[in-house]
Every structure is written in structure tokens, then in C-alpha cells.
């Protein structure tokens, strides 16, 4: 079976699995809400909030992510397809590649619906431009999915699986956090010239910081997965 079939078929597998139980995506979409609501009884009054706008949403998304990845394993873990799935005739790096697209999906259908409802809710606009919008939460997507998949395989074999992923994950994840909260920040307070070079810096980090771990990832899921 060709790697690009192995990769298909984990992601098959994810999506089916999904779809029969919802737990993941209807739990990250409770969640989500739930901090919305929150963020908006308690920043409401302020009016214009467009300073600190992607510090709220990438707050959101990172705390959010985190409650998916967690899932992500657990099912396998426990079912005991984890094993079925050492077992079974697939290179351990397209597995990584594997879990890593479906925890994309999963995110980005909670970011579909939580984007509009929350520009809605604190009447904001993406004034700089859509298109790097949509590339500034795409490139974080992909730099959360990629170390949050490694760093969930990791903690999916201990004791502590519930606290030590956000411990490990949330570190090594600052970086991208800031870049991403200041290229949201820029696009959507409508910068412009030299004002807006740095959303364009950001975005430049978020693509080294996906190359990097995706590589990084890619290259040590074999071992990480045999532990």
C-alpha cells in the first residue's frame, strides 16, 4: 500500500470513529462557546476590543486544541488500536502524518464555526486582508496539530496523559502562539505600510515553525510511537 493510501486510511478511520461517537468535535465546539460567552460577559463593556482580539481567539483555539489532541489517543490507547495499528503493515511516520491531518479537520471545522460567532460577538472586522487571515490560522493549525500529535504519544503512555500534555504542549507551543496572536492582531486592526510588516514576519515564523517540527515530528514518530 502506497504511503499516500496509509495516510487516507488512518484519516478514514479518525473521521468514521468520529462521526459514530462525536465526542471530539462536539466537545471542542461546547468548549469553545462556553469561553466565548465567557469572554464576552466579561469584555463586553470595554466596546472596541481589536487590540487584544487575536490574544482572546488564539487563547481559544490553543486550550481548545488541547481538549481535542487529548482525545485523540485516548481511544486508541484504551480500544487497544493502538496496537492494532503498530501491528499492522504502516510506516510509523505516516501514521504521525495520519492522526496529524485528522486533528487538523477536527480543528478547523471548531475554527469554521467559532471565527464568524466570534467576530460577531465583539463586532470585529478582518480589515487587513482575508487571505492572510486564513494563511496566519492554517499555518498555526498545522504548527499546533503537528507537536501537539508527537507530544500526545508521548503523554499517552503515562500515568499523568491528562496533565502532562499540557505541560510539555504549552511551551513548546509559545513561539507559535505569539506569532500567530500578533499576525491576527495586525490583519485585524487594519494596518497598513510599515505598520503591518510585522504580521508578515509572523506569518514567515509560522511557516519555519510548521517546516521545523513537521521534520522534527516526521523523523522521531518512530521511535516516539515504539516507546
Not at 486544541?65 to 485523540?72: E, F, P, Y
Not at 503498530?86 to 471565527?115: C, H, Q, T, W, Y
Not at 478582518?126 to 504519544?153: M, R
Request: proline share 4%; glycine share 8%; net charge negative.
Amino acid at each position: 500500500m502506497s504511503a499516500g493510501r496509509q495516510i487516507f486510511a488512518i484519516i478514514r478511520k479518525d473521521i468514521i470513529a468520529e462521526l459514530r461517537t462525536k465526542e471530539m468535535v462536539v466537545s471542542m465546539l461546547l468548549f469553545i462557546l462556553l469561553i466565548m460567552v465567557a469572554f464576552r460577559s466579561a469584555f463586553g463593556e470595554l466596546g472596541d476590543i481589536t487590540e487584544f482580539a487575536g490574544g482572546l481567539l488564539w487563547i481559544a483555539f490553543l486550550f481548545t486544541s488541547l481538549l481535542g489532541l487529548n482525545r485523540s489517543f485516548v481511544h486508541e490507547k484504551d480500544e487497544g488500536c493502538l496496537e492494532g495499528l503498530l501491528l499492522s503493515p504502516v510506516d510509523r511516520p505516516n501514521i504521525f502524518l495520519g492522526k496529524m491531518i485528522g486533528n487538523l479537520i477536527f480543528l478547523s471545522i471548531v475554527e469554521l464555526l467559532a471565527i464568524p460567532l466570534y467576530i460577531t460577538l465583539f463586532n470585529l472586522s478582518i480589515k487587513g486582508s482575508v487571505p492572510l487571515f486564513i494563511a496566519a490560522v492554517l499555518l498555526s493549525d498545522v504548527g499546533i496539530c503537528a507537536i501537539g500529535t508527537l507530544l500526545s504519544t508521548i503523554s499517552i503512555n503515562t500515568k499523568l496523559r491528562d496533565m502532562l500534555l499540557p505541560l510539555i504542549f504549552l511551551p513548546v507551543s509559545s513561539p507559535l502562539l505569539i506569532a500567530a496572536v500578533v499576525a491576527t492582531n495586525k490583519i485585524m486592526s487594519g494596518a497598513t505600510g510599515p505598520e503591518f510588516e510585522p504580521a508578515l514576519d509572523a506569518i514567515k515564523l509560522l511557516a519555519a515553525y510548521d517546516i521545523i517540527f513537521l521534520l522534527l515530528a516526521y523523523a522521531l514518530y518512530d521511535f516516539v510511537i515504539g516507546e
